[in-house]
Each structure stands twice: as C-alpha cells, then as structure tokens.
C-alpha cells in the first residue's frame, strides 16, 4: 500500500509519517511545501527508512499533484498541509484561502481524476481508495460554559482559518456526494506534543520559561481549550482511515478541557521542576497578561463518543502524561527548537517573537 500525507513536515503530518513507517507496511509519500512551518529535521527518525519519499509540492499546482498521483498510484490520501496559526491568519489570510481552500480544491479535483481512471482498470482498488481530510473543531465556533461540538453541530467559524478549513470541509463533502469521491473527516481538538512550531502555545511558553522569559497570556487565560497529545491524534487518523465508513465524519478529542491559565500554571511547574534556576526563580512570576486575540473564541470542547464507540479508538495519554512527555521533550531536544528559532531547519533567519 501507499499512502500520500500531505503537510508531512508539519508538527502533525510528521507524528502521522512516523506512525506510519513504524507501525504500518506502508509507502509513505510526503507531500510538503516546506513553509516556515515544515521541517524535515522533524522526520530524521524515518528519513533514511526505503518506505519513505518526500516530495516538495504545493498542493496549489495541480500540474505537480497530478504528477504525483500517476508517479505513485496512492491507495489512501492523507490531507494535513494547511497553514494553521489564527494569529497569522488574522494577519495574512491570503495565504489560508491560498492553501486551505485552493489547495483542498486542486487536490480533490486530481485525487478525483486519478480514482476515476482507476475505477476503469482497477475496480477494487478504486472501491478501497480513500480521501481523509484532517480538519478542526475551530470550524464549529465558540462554546459558552455549556455543551460539547460533536459531528452534527452548526458549523460557525469566527477566524480566517478556521473560515478556511470550514470551506475545506465543505469542499469534501461536496466531493464526496457529488463525485462519491470515498472521503472521510475528522474534525480535532487542540493538538501538543513535540516538533509543534513554538508560535503555538505549549512549546512557545515551555521555551520563554526554560529562558526566563516573559509569558505571555491572552487576556486573562480564561479560554477553554480541549487537548489531545499528538501521537493519541496520529493514531485516531489511522484508525479512521482503516476503519472508518467513507462519508462519515468523526470529531476527535481527548476530552480533556483546561483554561490556557491552568495550562500555563502547569509547564511553569514542570519546567520549575525538571530545570530548576535559582536566577530564574518560580516560573509563574513571568506570566504576563496581553490584549486579547480579536475573535477570540471563548471554548472548544468535544464529545468523541462516535470515535470511541463505533472504532474503538481511546488516547494513551493523559493531560498529565502528555505534558510531561512534550516538557521534556522539549528540554532534551534543545538542537530542534534553536534550529527553528535561528532559521537554521530552512537556511534563513526568522523573526520570531513571543505571541
Ligand atoms: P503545521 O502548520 O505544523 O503544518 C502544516 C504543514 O503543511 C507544514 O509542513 C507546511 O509546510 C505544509 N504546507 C502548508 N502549505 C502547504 C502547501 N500549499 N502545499 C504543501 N504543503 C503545505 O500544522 P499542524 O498543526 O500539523 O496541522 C496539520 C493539520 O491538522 C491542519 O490541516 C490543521 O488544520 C489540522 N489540525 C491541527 C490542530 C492543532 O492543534 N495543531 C488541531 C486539529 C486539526
């Protein structure tokens, strides 16, 4: 079998690769822009395994895409590239509507021309073939205190990105209905783990605390978010994939809610605790509330029960355990994250500040 990720440089599409090559006798085609948030040196552990291709393709250019579903025949698409940060798409959403949507578009338009052709010489393998689109819960919108999103719930994004990965996702269906192009979704809560670009929250504050830094809060920490570690994500995308019914959506979570304060309140103890600094002092000193993000959704939460009951799939991980794991991680992997900080993983320097 061989299967196509798309976004395998990024901080998921890299835990699913490495699942993959692990786990699974597969080929694994990575299809990667390589923008500031892809990085290779995140799949040093499989770069070197026979199964493993890497191919730097846009999804935009369809030319490209279409070369790579002649060139590799792929039983399975795996669609993770996107750009991904609501701070850059409040910036810049060009480029969201550029990869999101554009490049959902271009790839279902050849994945639908290439199973076509297939269905015409190869009709089993075409019945097996099938499109999974890795989406968010951002697509639903904002929670009050109450209720979970779940796979029936409104869809109501408030950000450029996840305006865009809602119209990826319609994008899908259409496919799917129109075409019966066999597609699946999974729509995900806030993922953390290693190899996450530390823009984001987890890394960027595990980081400024190691440093003794500033850490920088929305608000007043009050948002809920719902977090699953990375690998617990990768392994739900695989159970779909292999076990999921084509046109069926699943939410994904680990249905494990906490205010951005606890979380931060928690790396600083775990950072306190695995790399005391008597300069430095209790990390909690450094926390520092800033403006709140415009649009900024007050609470995602997810009922996965669909995921648990029809597929069997639970996490491993609990918050404690994962966060843990992804602290020290982040504290041994010191060459990973100065590569990144310098520009060194892309040959450039980055101006990265403390969002
Ligand atoms: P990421 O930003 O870390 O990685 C995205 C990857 O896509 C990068 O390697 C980048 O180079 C690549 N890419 C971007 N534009 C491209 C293009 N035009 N062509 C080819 N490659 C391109 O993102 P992530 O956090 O790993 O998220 C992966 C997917 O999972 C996204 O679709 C995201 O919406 C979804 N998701 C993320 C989370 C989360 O918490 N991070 C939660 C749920 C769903």
Request: net charge negative; aromatic share 10%.
């Amino acid at each position: 079998m061989t299967v196509l990720v798309t976004g395998g440089a990024g901080f998921i599409g890299s835990a699913v690769v490495r699942a993959l090559i692990r786990t699974r006798p597969v080929t694994v085609v990575n299809v990667d822009k390589l923008t500031y948030a892809g990085n290779l040196d995140s799949l040093a552990d499989v770069a070197d395994d026979p199964r493993y291709r890497f191919e730097r393709v846009d999804i935009c250019d369809a030319a490209e895409v279409r070369r790579l579903f002649e060139q590799y025949e792929p039983d399975a698409v795996l669609h993770l590239a996107a750009e991904s940060h609501v701070d850059r798409s409040i910036d810049g959403p060009g480029a969201f509507v550029e990869t999101n949507i554009v490049g959902t578009f271009t790839l279902l338009q050849e994945a639908r021309r290439y199973w076509t052709r297939l269905g015409g010489f190869n009709r089993e393998r075409a019945e097996r073939f099938r499109f999974l689109h890795v989406s968010t819960d951002e697509v639903f919108g904002s929670l009050g205190p109450e209720g979970f999103f779940t796979e029936e719930t409104a869809y109501d994004p408030s950000s450029p990105y996840s305006a865009t990965k809602a119209g990826s996702d319609h994008l899908v269906r259409a496919w799917q209905r129109t075409y019966g192009l066999p597609c699946l979704i999974t729509n995900c809560s806030n993922n953390y783990g290693p190899c996450q670009f530390p823009e984001k929250l987890i890394p960027l504050v595990t980081l400024n605390a190691l440093a003794g830094e500033p850490l920088p809060v929305y608000g007043r920490g009050e948002n809920v978010r719902d977090w699953l570690y990375v690998d617990d994500h990768a392994d739900a995308i695989l159970t779909v994939l292999e076990h999921g019914r084509a046109g069926e959506t699943y939410a994904v979570s680990g249905e494990n809610e906490q205010r951005n304060i606890d979380v931060v309140r928690a790396i600083c103890a775990l950072v306190d605790e695995l790399a005391p600094d008597a300069g430095i002092g209790p990390r909690e000193a450094l926390i520092r509330f800033v403006a709140d993000r415009p649009g900024h959704d007050q609470r995602y939460a997810i009922d996965a029960t669909k995921i648990r009951r029809e597929l069997g799939w639970q996490p491993r991980e609990t918050f404690e355990t994962g966060l843990r794991r992804t602290v020290a991680w982040y504290l041994e992997q010191r060459g990973w994250w100065e590569r990144v900080r310098s520009g060194g993983y892309r040959g450039e320097r980055l101006g990265l500040g403390a969002r």
